[in-house]
């Protein structure tokens, strides 16, 4: 875990990699029969088309997401105050970036580094 500002950052357990509808059942083969990696149960009642696997400590999320033209890697930071990562985000120049998939009532939120990587910013035990 590294320190910015007093506060601890980590890399969360999640991966997402978001897909377009003509490569996803073929990259969901790939991870599941061609390397075989574990599937894991989907505990999302809602959201994009999901399968999950085992991706050694993490969790590779592939979801299936309409309009995409090419997949896309979102990855998954975690933090023991989100409120006051979000001010030294903000402070830093980071901006939000909420409204690319709901959360709910989660204090988590989302981000984008400078090279257009999206992050989820959350506490430890969100999944």
């Known amino acids: 875990m590294t320190t ?5 950052y980590a890399g969360g357990r999640n991966i ?14 790939f991870y599941r029969e ?11 009642d809602s959201g994009p088309e999901s399968v999950g696997f085992e991706f050694g400590a993490n969790r590779l ?15 998954q930071v975690t933090t023991d105050d ?7 985000l903000a402070a830093h120049g ?14 988590a939120f989302w981000i984008t580094s400078p090279a257009s990587i ?5 506490a430890p035990d969100v999944d």
């Open 118 to 122: 999206v992050h989820l910013v959350s």
């Open 61 to 75: 999320w592939i979801d299936r997401v309409p309009g995409m033209s090419q997949a896309e890697l979102w990855l």
């Open 82 to 88: 989100t409120a006051a990562a979000a001010d030294h």
């Open 16 to 29: 997402a990699m978001k897909v377009p509808p003509h490569q996803w059942e073929d990259t969901v083969r």
């Open 4 to 8: 910015a500002a007093g506060l601890a």
């Open 94 to 107: 980071v901006a939000r970036c909420d409204e690319i998939e709901p959360l709910g009532t989660s204090a």
């Open 34 to 44: 061609t390397l075989g990696l574990r599937e894991l149960d989907n505990p999302f």
